[in-house]
Nanobody, 126 residues
Framework: QVQLVESGGGSVQAGGSLSLSCAAS????????MAWFRQVPGEEREGVAS???????DYADSVKGRFTISQDKAKNTLYLQMNSLKPEDTAMYYC????????????????????WGQGTQVTVSS
């Protein structure tokens, strides 16, 4: 089954940038949709951005214009470039993949994603 490993989290001041990566191994043939979610303690996991294999992307309103999701199919790697970070972006960030042949459509919900990474912490200080 698909294995996902995130990296690139850390601490940054407001206004700064971070880039997250998600290395996918044992990628199942037919994987179409991958996404980034984030979660703060006591709250539900929320969708941040999604990308389909054809390159179509969607974003949460709170990150539009600041975050960019992309993928390198040759490297089986998903990215999230985060610019102009705000304290409210502080969360554990997770990458996720849908079951084969399942497309992403916004809004995305965590229950639709069976494959998850372990998460990487992003902390933005004011």
């Amino acid at each position: 089954q698909v294995q996902l490993v995130e990296s690139g989290g850390g601490s940054v001041q407001a206004g700064g940038s971070l880039s997250l990566s998600c290395a996918a191994s044992r990628v199942t043939y037919g994987t179409i949709c991958m996404a980034w979610f984030r979660q703060v303690p006591g709250e539900e996991r929320e969708g941040v951005a999604s990308v389909n294999i054809d390159g179509t992307t969607d974003y949460a309103d709170s990150v539009k214009g600041r975050f960019t999701i992309s993928q390198d199919k040759a490297k089986n790697t998903l990215y999230l470039q985060m610019n102009s970070l705000k304290p409210e972006d502080t969360a554990m960030y997770y990458c996720a993949a849908k079951s084969p042949f399942k497309w992403c459509s916004w809004p995305i919900t965590s229950t639709d994603f069976p494959y998850w990474g372990q998460g990487t912490q992003v902390t933005v200080s004011s």
